[in-house]
Nanobody, 125 residues
Framework: QVQLAESGGGSVQAGGSLRLSCAASEGSFSRICMGWFRQVPGKEREGVAAVGRGGWTMYADSVKGRFTVSKDNAKNSLYLQMNSLKAEDTAMYYC???????????????????WGQGTLVTVSS
């Protein structure tokens, strides 16, 4: 069982930045793939960014060039640096972990088995 805890959400004006963190309880952190997802009420969950077991990263087209995902195996932590935030980035952001992802990672939620409680990001225009 992997426990995940997100932090770093908050309110920011458009054009601003936030950094989300996700602390994982899994000791074999280096062997799992991890991702960030977001969801707005009434809409489907969207994969935002992911880090595969091989260290590769992938991003949704909507955040490419603005968001950066990183993983610190020594700290069992995943991060999401979000720059140039837009109103449409407003959502609940979730950290996810799994052992069934392709080595390059995945933005498909079905590949992940463990989910955090989420942290809310609100961007005002």
């Amino acid at each position: 069982q992997v426990q995940l805890a997100e932090s770093g959400g908050g309110s920011v004006q458009a054009g601003g930045s936030l950094r989300l963190s996700c602390a994982a309880s899994e000791g074999s952190f280096s062997r799992i793939c991890m991702g960030w997802f977001r969801q707005v009420p009434g809409k489907e969950r969207e994969g935002v960014a992911a880090v595969g077991r091989g260290g590769w990263t992938m991003y949704a087209d909507s955040v490419k060039g603005r968001f950066t995902v990183s993983k610190d195996n020594a700290k069992n932590s995943l991060y999401l640096q979000m720059n140039s935030l837009k109103a449409e980035d407003t959502a609940m952001y979730y950290c996810a972990a799994g052992f069934r992802c392709p080595i390059e990672g995945s933005l498909s939620g079905g590949r992940y088995d463990y989910w955090g409680q989420g942290t809310l990001v609100t961007v005002s225009s």
